[in-house]
């Protein structure tokens, strides 16, 4: 059975750091030195059932972390616990509570704050991948943690650790060169624990490669973790210490240290530890049935380990390729509602321009209607005010002289009749009350003995419902066609039928007067300006001695 080196370090510093940032969930659920104990109880146990207790404690604070959604302090939780099931050999729960770490970090927006964490949950990564006989996901893990790695420490782990897959690999060259590139890191950073951990390594290669410096190697690392208390390397110290003496054919020194490790091993309570250093007494055997066992076991257990691919974080990267693909998918919907947003805005923009363009253009025509009709009535009391009572002035004076004047005075009265009439035609109009009176008023002042107009349903039109500005203009259109009719037509009988056409007043003129050929003189062409302004319809119909007919639809 192939046995993966231990190393553990990353932590301290996170947890301190964390410790300080976030006091309301690590400081008031717990009080700072219970943390700190069951901390030291997962990276450097003083008693082998320490581990035990400092997993009990994290896994009961992660359950608490969680549920009060304190990310970061679950984060440190999950690799505690990650570190302390690596230990006692429970690869598969170690690899679990890594992936559940990684996932939450994805979560997060900032991970850059994180950077030590990830280095440390990809190095614990990739030596449970080694140790599961998974060297290329191994070697992945590693690549990923010196990817990112800033610190000198950090990388001396990860360095030793992918040298061991070399040596796992029988690649013992290169796994020396590795190991002594990361022995000069080592010595720099001057870091008992990873000093102890190199010269294991460098020292069970060179075992391997029949160096003489193996041995004070092995011994200088088993010396540094029994002073220091490296609870956590003392197992493969003695277990590189009894292949070293298998291998010298010294029978009582190679049992000494298999003893040790197996009572090591009974001390921490690790199955994978107790197997390891039982096999350790095999390879100690004579019996050549024994050891075949020992070899086909070993072998059995390689390729279900392999077969049964109990790979969390090849499930974890399906997880997050699968959650790209979503994320993708919802970035595809999301621009898709972005762009029917725009477009429906495009739209709205369109038709508000459109509706302002055509509001614009109806109070602009409002506005001239207004305006004509302002002038119009200006107009008129001027030629009422000025014109006609100059003309009233300069016949009161011409009367009182005594020369003879009548014809003159004659065509002056006729002058002072028109501009009496033109204002009169062009006064200001109440069109707000009454409108039937208004229009009865107007078609009575055009009646004579020689013509006579008959009106049919005025009464019938609602003309509260129609807008003053309509009224206006029907009141000076019909008046415009009787002043026509008054002076050219010589009509005898005029005819005014009223009627709804749906919201529109429709009126219908007739009269029986001589009649011509239509041809748009100025006073069609004005009428039916004033019938467009107000986005009515006006025809005519006309033939010489076959009178004049037409259509308003208002």
Not at 95 to 123: P, R
Not at 212 to 218: G, I, Q
Not at 283 to 298: I, S, V, W
Not at 427 to 448: A, G, I, Q, W
Request: hydrophobic share 40%.
């Amino acid at each position: 059975m192939k046995y993966q080196q231990y190393s553990f370090l990353f932590l301290h510093v996170f947890v301190l750091v964390i410790a300080c940032c976030v006091p309301n969930t690590l400081v008031s659920q717990t009080s700072y030195d219970s943390i700190h104990y069951h901390y030291n109880a997962i990276l450097n146990p003083e008693q082998p059932e320490s581990l035990s207790a400092g997993m009990n404690f994290y896994n009961r604070k992660k359950i608490t972390d969680l549920a009060n959604h304190d990310t970061l302090a679950a984060i440190s939780d999950l690799r505690l616990l990650a570190i302390g099931e690596f230990k006692i050999g429970n690869n598969y729960d170690s690899e679990n509570y890594i992936v559940e770490a990684l996932d939450l970090i994805a979560k997060l927006k900032h991970k850059d704050t994180l950077i030590n964490a990830q280095v440390g949950l990809y190095n614990t990564l990739g030596r449970i991948y080694r140790a599961s006989n998974n060297e290329n996901a191994a070697l992945e893990a590693f690549e990923k943690g010196l990817a990112i790695t800033n610190k000198l420490k950090d990388s001396i782990i990860i360095l030793n650790n992918k040298a061991n897959i070399y040596k796992s690999a029988e690649k013992y060259e290169l796994a020396l060169k590795a190991y002594q590139l990361s022995l000069n890191k080592a010595q720099k950073a001057n870091k008992p624990s990873q000093l102890a951990l190199v010269l294991d390594n460098i020292g069970a290669v060179q075992m391997k490669l029949g160096s003489t410096e193996a041995l004070e190697n092995l011994e200088s690392a088993l010396k540094i973790r029994t002073e220091g208390r490296f609870l956590n390397g003392m197992y493969a110290s003695y277990h590189n210490l009894s292949d070293y003496w298998l291998a010298q054919n010294d029978q009582e020194k190679a049992k000494h240290y298999a003893q040790k490790a197996l009572q090591f091993a009974q001390n921490i309570n690790s199955s994978s530890f107790k197997l390891d250093a039982l096999s350790l007494f095999i390879n100690l055997e004579e019996n050549p049935t024994a050891k075949e066992y020992k070899r086909l076991t070993d072998s059995i257990a390689t390729a279900k380990q392999i077969a049964s691919n109990k790979n969390a974080y090849l499930k974890f990267n399906v997880a997050q390729e699968q959650k790209k693909a979503e994320a993708s998918k919802l970035l595809h919907e999301q621009e898709s509602k972005k762009r029917l947003r725009y477009q429906f805005l495009l739209v709205l923009a369109l038709l508000l321009f459109l509706a302002s363009y055509f509001i614009f253009r109806y109070r602009r025509k409002q506005a001239n209607i207004v305006a004509v009709y302002d002038t119009e009535t200006r107009i008129a009391k001027k030629v009422h005010d000025e014109v006609a009572n100059d003309l009233y002035q300069v016949m009161n004076a011409l009367e009182s002289s005594n020369e003879q004047n009548g014809p003159l005075l004659d065509e002056m009265e006729k002058i002072y009749n028109k501009t009496r009439d033109i204002s009169r035609e062009n006064r200001t109009l109440d069109v707000s009350d009454n409108f039937e009176n208004l229009l009865n008023d107007l078609f009575f002042s055009f009646k004579s003995n020689q013509v006579q107009i008959v009106t049919r349903n005025l009464s019938k039109i609602n003309w509260q419902s129609v807008a003053e500005m309509k009224k206006r203009t029907i009141y000076r259109v019909l008046q415009e066609l009787l002043t026509n009719m008054k002076k050219h037509s010589q009509a005898s009988s005029v005819a005014l039928v009223f009627a709804k056409n749906g919201k529109k007043v429709q009126i219908n003129y007739s009269d029986n007067g001589v009649g011509s050929e239509l041809k748009h003189k100025n006073g069609l062409q004005i009428t039916e300006s004033r019938i467009a302004s107000v986005n009515g319809k006006i025809s005519f119909e006309s033939n010489t001695n076959k009178g004049f007919k037409a259509t308003i639809i208002v």
